[in-house]
Structure formats: structure tokens, C-alpha cells
T-cell receptor, first 115, second 112 residues
Framework: GAVVSQHPSWVICKSGTSVKIECRSL??????MFWYRQFPKQSLMLMAT?????????EQGVEKDKFLINHASLTLSTLTVTSAHPEDSSFYIC???????????FGQGTRLTVV | GENVEQHPSTLSVQEGDSAVIKCTYS??????FPWYKQELGKGPQLIID?????GEKKDQRIAVTLNKTAKHFSLHITETQPEDSAVYFC???????????FGQGTRLTINP
């Protein structure tokens, strides 16, 4: 149990286009989900907190208009990277907190390459 | 805000030996300290966690200790096996899994 699935696992897109990444909790409900970014051989940096039915809370320095987050249901949050540029290339990871608990479960990550 | 420092950045041990990874945190209000294992190209996997009302927790070959006074916590892996090779991250937060702040990571290599 407690599986979080991200889709796609990897994506290559052209500069200037947008790409959407999905994060689904497959067997539990998650009122809160988190989006992280990880550069090669570095740690995870929190980008934003996504709460079901409300606006996401972004960390300092993260552009909310560039990284659009939608959490429309208790099992799905999406991250859309708009007008992607090569510097947006990174590993994006989501985590979902099982409603009523304090445990977070991570997705397998999405490797985004912008060319 | 919270700051988590993790050492060492790389660790190489012989199979069967023990491995210890240490983390320090800055905010005394932090009360939840999980450890994650991340394999190449995958997301982090929770391996053990500890809360501030406990000093030590063990799960088979893995144990975590917490010293609230000194604000540091450690991961101990005994009888290491090749499949323990991975990057390990510690983290801290003030409310369960809310807003985890991660350490820099430790690349653990188990030599056969």
C-alpha cells in the first residue's frame, strides 16, 4: 500500500513549450502533496505545497506563474512547467501525505530535459 | 528557517561492517526526523523515522538515534549488504511530513 505514481517518468520538450507532470496517490487519499526539484548529485529542494481544493503555497524564489500546480482531487496533483527553458531541466519529485497521518510517500520522479 | 547538515557526503564500507551517517539540525522546534534511501533515477523511499519524544528506534538492521539537546540524529546500518548501496537523505520538519528540509545526502557504497 501507499503507492505514489508520477507520470511521465521522463520527458523531453522543446524550449518555450509547456509540460505537465502528474502525481497520483494510487491507494490512499492525500489532502497535501509536495513538489520537489533535485539537480544531479544534490538534495531535494521543496518548490511548493499543494493542498486539495486550494491554491498552492510556493517557497521563496519559486515562480508560481512558471510552475503551475493544481490539486483538484484527493489523489491527483499536477505540476505544469510553462514556457520551459534548458535551465528548467531537472528531476522533479512529488510526495503525498496520507490524509490523517504524518507520513509522506514519494513518487518515482520525473526527469525533465528541455532542449 | 530550518537548516539540516549531513555528513559524510560519501561513505564506503566493507560488506558486513556497520555504516553511520550523521545529521544536525538548527531549529529546536523540529520534531520529526525521517531517513530516506534513494536509488539512481528513483524517488526517495522512507526507511525509518523518529519523533522528538523518542531517543532511539530500531527496525532490523537499521536504527536511528536522536539527541535533542545537541540537535543531532544519526542513522546506523549494521551487517551492511551490497543492496544497501544508495544515496541516503536525512530530513527534519516541525509537523510530521509537512515541509521536510533535507540534508545534502550521503552516497553509501558497500564493497563486496
Amino acid at each position: 500500500g501507499a503507492v505514489v505514481s508520477q507520470h511521465p517518468s521522463w520527458v523531453i520538450c522543446k524550449s518555450g513549450t509547456s509540460v505537465k507532470i502528474e502525481c497520483r496517490s494510487l491507494d490512499f487519499q492525500a489532502t497535501t502533496m509536495f513538489w520537489y526539484r533535485q539537480f544531479p548529485k544534490q538534495s531535494l529542494m521543496l518548490m511548493a505545497t499543494s493542498n486539495e481544493g486550494s491554491k498552492a503555497t510556493y517557497e521563496q524564489g519559486v515562480e508560481k506563474d512558471k510552475f503551475l500546480i493544481n490539486h483538484a482531487s484527493l489523489t491527483l496533483s499536477t505540476l505544469t512547467v510553462t514556457s520551459a527553458h534548458p535551465e528548467d531541466s531537472s528531476f522533479y519529485i512529488c510526495s503525498a501525505v496520507k490524509t490523517g497521518t504524518t507520513e509522506a510517500f514519494f513518487g518515482q520522479g520525473t526527469r525533465l530535459t528541455v532542449v | 528557517g530550518e537548516n539540516v547538515e549531513q555528513h559524510p557526503s560519501t561513505l564506503s564500507v566493507q560488506e558486513g561492517d556497520s555504516a553511520v551517517i550523521k545529521c544536525t539540525y538548527s531549529d529546536s522546534a523540529s520534531n520529526y526526523f525521517p531517513w530516506y534511501k534513494q536509488e539512481l533515477g528513483k524517488g526517495p523511499q522512507l526507511i525509518i523515522d523518529i519523533r522528538s519524544n523518542v531517543g532511539e528506534k530500531k527496525d532490523q538492521r537499521i536504527a536511528v538515534t536522536l539527541n535533542k539537546t545537541a540537535k543531532h540524529f544519526s542513522l546506523h546500518i549494521t551487517e551492511t549488504q551490497p543492496e544497501d548501496s544508495a544515496v541516503y537523505f536525512c530530513a527534519a520538519s516541525m509537523g510530521g511530513a509537512q515541509k521536510l528540509v533535507f540534508g545534502q545526502g550521503t552516497r553509501l557504497t558497500i564493497n563486496p
